[in-house]
């Protein structure tokens, strides 16, 4: 099974700032999701993250505020960008293997104050 | 638009209690259906998922789901829990094999 890093763990910024989350995984993956759950709902997919290509964006979600990163099979990053406090959530990056079972990272818990 | 729901948002259950957690999709298509959880402090992981075959799935420990195809319902089952299941548990459906698209999540608490 993928065993996906996330860093930083968790971090508390300042409104109008930006964070980088990254991502590395122990296997070469083909995607690479990224997953927001906002307190106390569900998680959504951000995006899809493919290497050598553009991420492809979830409805409600734009490149501007979230740019991706994918510069190789085992790395992504995601960019939460000028947050605001509803940015405030837990950014989850995932990988699929054998085209079946998702794996996820231990999420990046993000305070914006 | 695709959607998953879970009814119980908080189930509260002691030791030895029968457990089971609701799960509706709204897809017409096929899907392949999970169960995952998360306990505290740790991440996401898979307890059991439904692709097709026997709609009985029997996950890791314990845990077991049936899928109704007629009543689009993947529910979640275990005769009798430990205080160590306490976690939260998202239902997930994915119409593709890659998007997962999760209900919101009930958060178990079993006391001893």
């Known amino acids: 099974s993928a065993v996906i890093s996330q860093k930083p763990s968790r971090d508390i910024c300042q409104r109008g700032t930006s964070l980088t989350i990254q991502c590395q995984v122990d296997s070469q993956v083909t995607m690479m999701f990224w997953y927001r759950q906002q307190p106390g709902q569900s998680l959504t997919l951000i995006a899809t993250?493919?290497?050598?290509?553009?991420?492809?964006?979830e409805s409600g979600f734009v490149i501007d505020k979230f740019p991706i990163s994918r510069p190789n099979l085992t790395f992504s990053t995601l960019t939460v960008s000028n947050m605001s406090p509803e940015d405030s959530s837990i950014y989850l990056c995932?990988?699929?293997?054998?085209?079946?079972?998702?794996?996820f990272g231990q999420g990046t818990r993000l305070t914006v104050v | 638009a695709q959607s998953v729901s879970q009814h119980n948002h908080h189930v509260i259950l002691s030791e030895a209690a029968s457990l089971e957690l609701g799960c509706n999709y709204s897809?017409?298509?096929?899907?392949?259906l999970f169960w995952y959880v998360q306990y505290p402090g740790q991440h996401l992981q898979l307890l059991l998922k439904?692709?097709?075959?026997?709609?009985l799935v029997k996950g890791i420990k314990g845990f077991e789901a049936e899928f109704i195809k007629s009543k689009f319902s993947f529910n979640l089952r275990k005769p009798s829990v430990q205080w160590s299941d306490t976690a939260e548990y998202f239902c997930?459906?994915?119409?593709?094999?890659?998007?997962?698209?999760f209900g919101t999540g009930t958060r178990l608490q079993v006391f001893p």
């Open positions: 897809y017409g298509g096929t899907v392949n």
């Open positions: 993250a493919n290497q050598g290509s553009e991420a492809t964006y």
């Open positions: 439904y692709f097709s075959g026997d709609p």
């Open positions: 995932s990988v699929v293997e054998h085209d079946t079972e998702a794996f």
């Open positions: 997930a459906v994915s119409p593709f094999t890659d998007k997962l698209i």
